[in-house]
């Protein structure tokens, strides 16, 4: 997914849940600052500059076949 399109998914469900209080679950691969251009990464400043994080949860890449990370945001 581009990151257009994921902004404009991540507006809408700001929009959808609006006034409530609602708390917004992302599965995701982040890093901390992505220093090459990698297809499945966007660093966390990405995140961060969309979403209202008040939690994160990082798994250990060598304990899981494949590695996510969830991001805990406000709606």
Do not use: C
């Not at 399109?5 to 409530?20: C, D, R, S, V």
């Not at 599965?27 to 400043?45: A, I």
């Not at 994160?56 to 494949?66: A, N, Q, T, V």
């Amino acid at each position: 997914m581009t990151d257009v399109k994921l902004i404009k998914a991540i507006n809408n469900i700001k929009q959808l849940t609006y006034g409530k209080s609602n708390l917004i679950f992302i599965g995701t691969r982040f890093d901390f600052e992505l220093k090459e251009k990698n297809r499945w990464y966007r660093p966390l400043s990405f995140w961060e500059k969309h979403l209202d994080i008040i939690g994160l949860e990082r798994s250990d890449p060598g304990k899981l076949h494949k590695h996510l990370d969830l991001i805990i945001a406000r709606a």
